[in-house]
């Protein structure tokens, strides 16, 4: 097994050039298949709101289940990298809730870093956080907490004006001190302009090739999502079609009496059977 990777190991990779492969998870089953399979970094994304609670969006998510599950994620990856998502409202309304809140991922559920979404906005949100000595990782371009605002999950930096919003943000981030930087949906020449520009990593989802790393939704990856597809995703299973169709088997076995079979069983006793037909009167 690897040695777990920490931010240094990180911006190491970086500078090799070295590609650096990102995956949410938001239960201990998934945790343990994605260490298995090396990725170097976990996200518990508040996208675990669509992905697991069935909400529309990210702003119901709570802090409470965002910690429930980093946990559970921790446990079934010990040895990677994981990054704690700060939903919505845990830290918009003061730096002070913002480090408790940021404090509490570390606490309890042992992640190795937070992430937050907005730049200029919420600068001194970072540099309160990082002055309590934890790693952070930005979030810009489509930043799905605020949606709202962005006239809904539309990728930005589309213009030369976006572009330079989406610049000024990254910018800002990188001079407050946050150690990585995620940039969604925006096109590849911008992510590629601000990943050369920065020193820090710059991962994206759905900003192309020219960056550090990507990041996907596991649950796009592995098919389990079926409400929508963003363009950027790639499928690489279809674990909804096989989920159902396994489970179809079993209903149809349940209700064709082929199940259980003889394996299944739990029989008495050798001698068990006769005492219990004499007790009975059979
Ligand atoms: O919650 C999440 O998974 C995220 C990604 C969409 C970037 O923040």
Redesign the pocket.
């Known amino acids: 097994m690897p040695a777990k990777k920490g931010v240094l190991e990180l911006h190491e990779m970086k500078r090799r050039g070295e590609k650096i492969a990102w995956l ?1 998870a938001y239960d201990y089953p998934t945790a343990t298949f994605e260490e298995a399979a090396g990725v170097d970094m976990i ?1 518990v ?4 709101g669509m992905c697991v609670y069935g909400y529309p969006g ?1 702003v119901p998510v709570t802090m409470e289940q965002c910690l429930v599950h980093s946990e559970a994620v921790r446990r079934g990856a010990p040895n990677t990298f994981v990054v704690g ?1 700060m939903p919505f409202m845990s830290y918009q309304i003061s730096d002070e809730e913002a480090v408790k809140n940021a404090g509490r991922f570390l606490k309890e559920a042992a992640v190795d870093a937070i ?1 937050l ?1 907005g730049g200029v906005s919420v600068i001194s949100r970072v540099k309160a956080i990082l002055d309590a000595g934890i790693v952070v990782c930005g ?1 810009i371009g489509l930043t ?1 907490q605020s949606s709202g605002q962005l006239g809904g999950h539309k990728a930005q930096g589309r213009t030369l004006e976006s572009a330079r919003l989406v610049v000024e943000d990254a910018r800002a981030l990188a001079a407050a001190g946050v150690q990585l930087l ?1 940039v ?1 949906a925006v096109p590849p020449e911008v992510a590629g302009f601000i990943r050369a520009e920065l020193a820090i990593p710059v991962l994206g ?1 759905g900003a192309g090739e020219d960056v550090d790393g990507q ?1 996907l ?1 596991v649950s796009d990856v592995l098919g389990t999502f079926q409400a929508f597809t963003p363009k950027f995703v790639k499928k690489y299973a279809d674990l909804a079609g096989v989920a159902t169709s396994a489970l179809s088997e079993y209903v149809a076995d349940v209700r064709g009496a082929r199940f259980p079979e003889e394996e299944h069983c739990y029989r008495m006793l050798e001698g068990e059977h006769e005492r219990f037909r004499a007790w009975a009167g059979g």
């Open positions: 949410t996200l994304g508040d996208s675990l990210t998502d992430k979404e979030h799905p995620l969604e989802i990041l939704i």
